[in-house]
């Protein structure tokens, strides 16, 4: 009875305070309670283990599903998705990089003093409350360690074939709102966790178009993924005047459908580098690094080293940041370029200025021999705070002064480029966590995205051509001829006809063609 009613009492108040939070009505099917309540269970015996008081461990698994409620709301709110499994994976980076994740550095004591007097109360509440081990020291021995044991058992039990097959049962297919709804946060971050580690879906892609012996479409394939970037005029921002250059200069641009909003840059990554869409790696979709660790045949780094290209990963950030030193090594880079080559680098706010990234990817392309550079920025990621820029408070000022800065490095870019056999993309990762530019009901919000072809082809139509003699060029290949070249004059006249929307597989899937010598067109359609 000692345990039972602090559990009892941990389950009821847990299941209150995720209702509370969620500001919807809860499923209150049998089943589903029951898994609910397996999930805040578990989650009471784990915190159990560590200490044999029943009620601070009912008073943790409280603590914990409160701490879950909180982040459920603020994420739905910047980034429209609840919690999820992989988050966990990203809490080591939390103390580490805390402007990153809108949390306040160990050392600020608004984040120490309350973590301090956390741990006082637990010390506290450890002298207070009896334990509930047995007497006898081989006794609680065997206590202590068959808890963690048992716990162990049960994960063993849910891996196999009927375990699996009960919570595939559970959890068919991802579908993230709607499994936190039945079976609240925590019963579902296990559910996903269970579901990926036993998922199998890396399977080898056929292989893409790539570079093959003999003249090059391009020698030179840059690719840049741009910080929370998308035109500004989109969220009531000032223009940009490369987005004037992109719509008169772009061999192909527009929208481009990310996986995520506000956050989760590896998510845009990974789609672009594999050309895989996210509906295609299960529940590996949250993170594709964690769920693969680069592991990718077929990413487009390997095929560009392949076929001769030097590879490079330009990204002026730590290299422990989602792991990106090792996933990338794995996904084909041959070098990466990171913080430490950045130090002496110009910032702009916390961050190292897009032009200055631009002028590294100019230097790593100079000289002789084909090069593929992927670089992600990192000038303009959030949170757009008071006090960031000097001058400019409000946040969607400094995100548009920092995107001005961005819009100056892809121009420092096309400059650059010019004169060579090269191709040049850059898109947004995903739209700014900013209240201007929220989440919608039916997704993620687009970004942008352009691609280049360097020799640039002539902005100007081709001259008329001479009407054909009478007789002469009147058959149906004439007048196909004809309107060939009326199209393309038109494409190049009216840049809406070299608007195409994309998702950020489909744009991965667009530079595999760029790989391949003598590609027609750039639709890149999959």
Wanted: with cysteine; glycine share 8%.
């Amino acid at each position: 009875m000692t345990l039972l009613v602090p559990l009892a009492l941990a389950l009821a108040s847990a299941f209150a305070v995720e209702a509370a939070s969620a500001g919807r009505r809860p499923s209150l099917h049998p089943a589903d309670l029951a898994v609910r309540g397996l999930g805040y269970a578990l989650l009471t015996a784990f915190w159990f283990q560590f200490s044999w008081r029943p009620w601070l461990a009912a008073a943790s698994c409280l603590l914990t599903v409160a701490i879950l409620a909180a982040v459920d709301r603020l994420k739905r709110r910047i980034i429209g998705e609840p919690p999820v499994f992989s988050d966990l994976a990203l809490l080591a980076q939390v103390p580490r990089h805390p402007e990153l994740y809108y949390t306040r550095s160990l050392a600020d004591p608004r984040a120490s003093v309350p973590l301090l007097l956390g741990f006082g109360m637990v010390a506290a509440w450890y002298a207070l409350e009896p334990t509930a081990l047995p007497g006898g020291t081989s006794p609680a021995l065997a206590a202590v360690a068959a808890l963690p044991v048992g716990l162990a058992a049960l994960v063993g039990l849910l891996r196999t074939p009927p375990g699996r097959a009960l919570v595939r049962r559970l959890f068919p297919r991802p579908d993230l709102a709607a499994d936190v709804a039945r079976f609240g946060v925590v019963a579902t971050m296990m559910g996903y966790a269970l579901r990926r580690r036993d998922e199998v879906f890396f399977e080898i892609a056929p292989p893409a178009p790539v570079l093959p012996p003999g003249e090059p479409e391009a020698e030179i394939i840059v690719v840049v993924q741009l910080e929370s970037f998308l035109d500004p005029t989109r969220i009531g921002g000032p223009p940009l005047p490369v987005m004037d250059r992109i719509r008169t200069e772009a061999a192909q641009y527009g929208r481009l459908a990310v996986p995520a909003h506000g956050a989760y840059t590896m998510r845009t990554e990974h789609a672009v580098l594999t050309g895989r869409e996210p509906e295609s790696l299960g529940f590996g979709r949250y993170d594709p690094y964690l769920a693969a660790k680069g592991d990718e045949p077929t990413s487009l780094a390997r095929l560009a080293r392949s076929k001769g290209f030097a590879t490079a990963f330009v990204h002026p950030f730590h290299r422990d940041f989602f792991d990106r030193a090792r996933v990338f090594g794995r996904l084909g880079f041959d070098r990466l370029v990171m913080e430490e080559e950045f130090s002496e680098a110009p910032r702009i706010g916390p961050y190292v200025a897009d032009e200055a990234v631009a002028e590294r990817i100019l230097s790593e392309v100079a000289g002789e021999g084909r090069r593929f550079v992927f670089a992600v920025t990192m000038e303009n990621h959030g949170p757009w705070t008071a006090g960031r820029l000097p001058g400019i408070e409000a946040g969607l000022a400094q995100y548009a002064h920092h995107a001005a800065g961005t819009g100056r490095a892809v121009e420092r870019l096309i400059d650059g480029l010019k004169g060579r056999r090269a191709t040049l993309c850059v898109f947004g990762d995903h739209a700014p966590s900013l209240p201007e530019c929220r989440p919608r009901p039916d997704g993620p919000v687009t970004t942008d995205y352009a691609v280049f072809r360097f020799p640039a082809v002539p902005a100007e139509p081709p001259p008329p051509r001479t009407p054909p003699h009478q007789g002469e060029g009147t058959g149906a290949g004439s007048v196909i001829h004809r309107g060939t070249e009326r199209r393309e004059a038109e494409s190049l006249a009216d840049p809406e006809l070299r608007r195409v929307d994309l998702t950020a597989a489909q744009l991965g899937c667009l530079l595999r063609d760029a790989l391949a010598a003598n590609r027609p067109g750039l639709k890149g359609q999959a």
